[in-house]
């Protein structure tokens, strides 16, 4: 088997993958009507469920082909009963994208906005489900991706079912890299996509989430066909398959992935990403660079830095000097600020940071930038 060149992915996915991640794709051509590839994804549903710690007979995952923005609109679509109202908690891009579902939908809703470096006010939050007795689905983003801000899900979780509301929560970047346990951290439906935490291929996203509330959402209105959780909930159940054609090898790779997720074991990989994200910080740091997020408030996985204020600094041509040397670095999603990410996930380690920052450096150099470097305020 050949080695493929690797290249350090430091955006916020897809990630950087193992060479038997990638191999795994390649197999034989197979119907995915076939019993031997339902039975497939069966295992695969299950151990999606006990990534997050969650009993089988309470819990289920369903699949969906596309990218992590289809869970999101899957919940926000089929979770929310007739006559009820979402209350979006909104600190950033991700929740935002919520936001955009309801609107889309012509769906009844509050958007609570809290600036985009600031956790969120449980007594504001409190307040407004209190104000709101018709508010029955509550969403928000675990670790708002756009700044690497780590949202109070547990709390705010308790908060949603205080009120009598189902509790929706963007994992798409902390699932299978900062330990969940769904029961404990108060959560109804946590979600991610295969090229994330798992460290597999883009295309495969999936839904983690409470059996009883899907089935009673059978009777709440249709606003989507592809995009209805029960329906493909219920399709799974009754055949074993996906309701339409499911990607092939994007799974066959997923099963690989978990295969190799269950043999590092949660803590050990989440030690590697801390590793991983203490070293960017200490890079950073080290550069002078600011961030967005305080130090108490990031969740381990996104660094999110400020542009220097210096003539000389192109993202662009920084970018593509460490592209060319096998790094990745990515742009921000802040509307008010400039500011680049550098990103814990994926195959990497502490020393892949180490050789990336030796690149960043010279990087910096050879475009003129002053190091370290500096802020005018």
């Excluded at 689905?137 to 308790?158: D, F, Q, S, Y």
């Excluded at 108060?186 to 495969?204: P, V, Y």
């Excluded at 550069?287 to 997020?293: A, D, E, P, R, S």
């Excluded at 550098?342 to 450096?361: P, Q, R, S, T, Y």
């Amino acid at each position: 088997m050949d080695s493929i060149k690797r290249n350090v992915l430091l955006n916020p996915g897809p990630s950087t993958t193992t060479d038997t991640v990638k191999y795994a794709q390649v197999v034989p051509d197979i119907c995915p009507r076939e019993k031997d590839f339902g039975g497939l994804m069966k295992g695969l549903r299950e151990d999606l469920v006990k990534i997050v710690h969650g009993s089988l007979e309470r819990y289920t995952s369903v699949l969906f082909c596309g990218s992590g923005t289809i869970n999101i609109d899957v919940v926000i679509n089929s979770l929310l009963p007739e006559g009820k109202k979402v209350l979006v908690i909104n600190n950033g891009a991700y929740s935002t994208r919520a936001v955009e579902i309801c609107q889309y939908y012509g769906l009844p809703h509050i958007d609570l906005n809290f600036p985009v470096d600031q956790i969120p006010d449980l007594g504001q939050i409190e307040d407004v489900l209190k104000k709101n007795p018709n508010i029955g689905l509550v969403h928000t983003t675990h670790n708002e991706t756009g700044t690497g801000l780590l949202n109070p899900i547990r709390e705010i979780g308790a908060l949603v079912h205080k009120y009598g509301a189902i509790f929706t929560v963007d994992t798409t970047s902390t699932y299978a890299m900062r330990p969940i346990n769904i029961e404990e951290d108060n959560i109804d439906f946590c979600m991610a996509s295969a090229q994330k935490g798992l460290m597999a291929f883009t295309g495969l996203s999936f839904i983690v989430g409470n059996r009883s509330i899907i089935e009673a959402s059978k009777d709440y209105p249709k606003r989507s066909y592809y995009c209805n959780l029960y329906m493909q909930y219920d399709f799974f159940e009754r055949t074993g398959e996906m309701h339409f054609t499911p990607p092939v090898q994007t799974i066959y790779a997923a099963i690989q992935a978990l295969k190799e997720y269950w043999a590092e074991g949660e803590e050990a990989k989440w030690a590697r990403h801390t590793r991983v994200f203490n070293a960017i910080n200490a890079g950073l740091d080290e550069l002078g660079f600011k961030q967005v997020i305080k130090p108490e408030w990031r969740t381990g996985l996104v660094s999110t830095a400020i542009y220097p204020d210096d003539p000389n600094w192109s993202f662009e041509k920084v970018h593509d000097y460490c592209y060319d040397r096998g790094f990745t670095i990515y742009p921000g999603k802040i509307s008010a600020t400039n500011t680049f990410r550098l990103c814990a996930l994926g195959a990497i380690d502490e020393a892949d940071i180490k050789d990336f920052f030796v690149v960043f450096k010279e990087a910096l150099k050879t475009t003129g930038v002053q190091t370290p470097v500096n802020y005018k305020k």
